[in-house]
T-cell receptor, first 110, second 114 residues
Framework: SQQGEEDPQALSIQEGENATMNCSYK?????LQWYRQNSGRGLVHLIL?????REKHSGRLRVTLDTSKKSSSLLITASRAADTASYFCATDAGANNLFFGTGTRLTVIP | GAGVSQTPSNKVTEKGKYVELRCDPI?????LYWYRQSLGQGPEFLIY????????DSGLPNDRFFAVRPEGSVSTLKIQRTERGDSAVYLCASSLKPKISPLHFGNGTRLTVT
């Protein structure tokens, strides 16, 4: 079974608005990663946050991690139409492989 | 090469046939992963290689699935006696250092079993 669960499953916003996606996981982790996938393509790594970090920024992306609640959030500020994609969180669950959630499908309307 | 390359990009086969899917990882990446993704779902872990050996094959659904990486670079995922339920996108990813480095994914092979 997959380790992470994202919510919402789908999100539709206007260009310029902020988009927030959440991820919950089940077991202890070493790090949590967020990936993006455009339709028909492979996944692209966005950001990695370690278990001892609480917040991390990269450009318009902000990721938070709450290990006590086993949850993470991805915030995309000032969204653009090009941000339209599916977003997945992935956790290592202490192993060398990554387990992905079911994803949030983001649509940014121009 | 610049990224992970997977061939073919699309494969249509008949039920019961054998298929091979190929992955060329990024040069120097010792870790290689195979995932399977069904429509509307996240990638499902199949197998992980560290070098030439399969370090974790716990995700392979049954003994019809097998993967090799004989020289620690290119990997082949082999599926015997294909079933319609095997239809999915098969993704390959490589990483410089497992656990601390991000995964670099190919664009996948879309397998359709008719």
């Amino acid at each position: 079974s997959q380790q992470g669960e994202e919510d919402p499953q789908a999100l539709s916003i206007q260009e310029g608005e902020n988009a927030t996606m959440n991820c919950s996981y089940k077991t202890s982790i070493n790090n949590l990663q967020w990936y993006r996938q455009n339709s028909g393509r492979g996944l692209v790594h966005l950001i990695l946050i370690r278990s001892n970090e609480r917040e991390k920024h990269s450009g318009r992306l902000r990721v938070t991690l709450d290990t006590s609640k086993k949850s993470s959030s991805l915030l995309i500020t000032a969204s653009r139409a090009a941000d339209t994609a599916s977003y997945f969180c992935a956790t290592d669950a202490g192993a060398n492989n990554l387990f992905f959630g079911t994803g949030t499908r983001l649509t940014v309307i121009p | 090469g610049a990224g992970v390359s997977q061939t073919p990009s699309n494969k249509v086969t008949e039920k019961g046939k054998y298929v091979e899917l190929r992955c060329d990882p990024i040069s120097g990446h010792t870790a290689l992963y195979w995932y399977r993704q069904s429509l509307g779902q996240g990638p499902e872990f199949l197998i992980y290689f560290q070098g030439t050996g399969a370090a974790d094959d716990s995700g392979l659904p049954n003994d019809r699935f097998f993967a090799v990486r004989p020289e620690g670079s290119v990997s082949t995922l082999k599926i015997q006696r294909t079933e319609r339920g095997d239809s999915a996108v098969y993704l390959c990813a490589s990483s410089l250092k497992p656990k601390i480095s991000p995964l670099h994914f190919g664009n996948g092979t879309r397998l359709t079993v008719t």
